[in-house]
């Protein structure tokens, strides 16, 4: 499963920063999707003095989630937590765009912190995709069997088994029929 881990601001000095965290915790070949676990964390290596209301979001694949509250105090602060649902592209593939910004509005050991801001990509795993195929029995002999099909999208191989046995692969050429 794909993840990725994005760092905003700047660590010197034991300032705050954000990490926006994206987990991909499931997949669905058959839906097309996958599921991403979001957090947006605020690290506190030393304490922040500030009752101010402040504001942050991030941004998953184009869907913005917001925070709103006060950062005061010290150690891992979550501000957003969320579930996301991701439809893949029609091959299977995907990649997605992720940002954060955490508005701090404060004063650090003489330097101003206003909004810390970043983005990146994030490949999501490449979901196999099927065909839904419809064969019908064209003739047959005592040692042969000729079978036609059609399917709703192209193919490369089509698998058989006789009689219960092991399945063997038949390399199509990209073909619909």
Do not use: F
Request: charged residues 10%; glycine residues 8%; positive net charge.
């Amino acid at each position: 499963m794909a993840s990725k881990t994005l760092t905003i601001g700047s660590t010197a000095n034991q300032r705050p920063y954000g990490v926006l965290t994206v987990k991909e915790t499931s997949t669905s070949p058959s839906a097309n999707t996958s599921t991403l676990s979001i957090t947006l964390v605020l690290k506190r290596p030393s304490a922040i003095s500030s009752s101010a209301t402040k504001t942050a979001s991030c941004t998953i694949n184009g869907t913005k989630y917001t925070w709103s509250g006060t950062i005061g105090g010290s150690g891992d602060k979550t501000l957003i937590s969320k579930t996301q649902t991701v439809t893949h592209n029609s091959d299977g593939s995907k990649t997605i765009n992720i940002a954060a910004s955490i508005v701090l509005d404060i004063t650090w050991s003489g330097v101003q912190l206003g909004t810390i801001s970043g983005s990146t990509t994030m490949a999501l795993t490449n979901l196999p995709q099927y065909a839904s195929v419809t064969q019908t029995l064209s003739s047959k002999t005592e040692t042969t069997a000729v079978m036609k099909y059609s399917c709703d999208s192209v193919i490369d191989y089509i698998w058989y088994s006789i009689n219960n046995g092991s399945w063997t692969g038949v390399n199509v050429a990209d073909g619909a029929s």
